[in-house]
């Protein structure tokens, strides 16, 4: 990549880090400071030629939010997840009103993704308009979220640990059981 290309970038990144959505801004508030599982986050994060929204790099896991602009440049974001999924990140997506509207489900299905390998979508999917919930670059149905590894009726939020004294939503130990 030339040097003007990743300056362009993170002057982007900067530029999306300080002008967050204010979906972005609330799923940012579980995820900073290891307190979700105890996994180190980054917003704004350069991957390639692309910059995702949030980071970890261990596990390796992306998570797109995704506004209604994006329903127009679904073969963009199809394009963008293969590259991004290259580079063995697992990619998930919601729609900004899942985060605000639904942060529990939005957080059990990242919590899912962190501890259950959801595997990758068949190169053969087709990417279509985005539905209520989304794992590893492809949406899925409300009805699928339901059957989704028994997530949708979560207890107590299996991601939420209200008895740590680290203030965590849940702990690092919690990732190997």
């Known amino acids: 990549m030339r040097k003007t290309e990743t300056l362009n970038l993170r002057r982007n990144a900067k530029i999306l880090r300080s002008n967050m959505t204010e979906a ?6 579980y995820l900073r400071a290891k307190r979700f599982c105890g996994i180190k986050f980054y917003r704004q994060k350069i991957v390639g030629n692309y910059i995702a929204d949030f980071l970890s790099l261990n ?16 073969e963009y974001d199809r394009i963008r997840t293969t590259y991004l ?4 990140f697992t ?24 501890h ?12 279509s308009p985005p539905s209520p919930v989304s794992v590893r670059g492809e949406y899925i149905t409300g009805k699928q979220y339901e059957t989704l590894s028994n997530y949708s009726r979560p ?4 991601w939420a640990s209200s008895s740590s004294a680290s203030g965590r939503l849940c702990e690092t130990d919690d990732l190997y059981r």
Do not use: C, T
Request: proline share 5%.
């Open 85 to 88: 999924e290259e580079q063995q």
């Open 116 to 127: 259950e390998n959801i595997p990758s979508p068949s190169e053969n999917l087709r990417f």
């Open 91 to 114: 990619v998930i997506r919601f729609w900004n009103d899942e985060v605000l509207r639904n942060i529990n489900m939005v957080l059990d299905v990242i919590f899912a993704a962190i």
């Open 155 to 158: 207890r107590s939020h299996r």
């Open 59 to 74: 596990p390796r896991l992306i998570i797109e939010l995704d506004g209604s602009q994006h329903a127009e440049q679904i």
């Open 24 to 29: 972005e801004r609330v799923l940012w508030y």
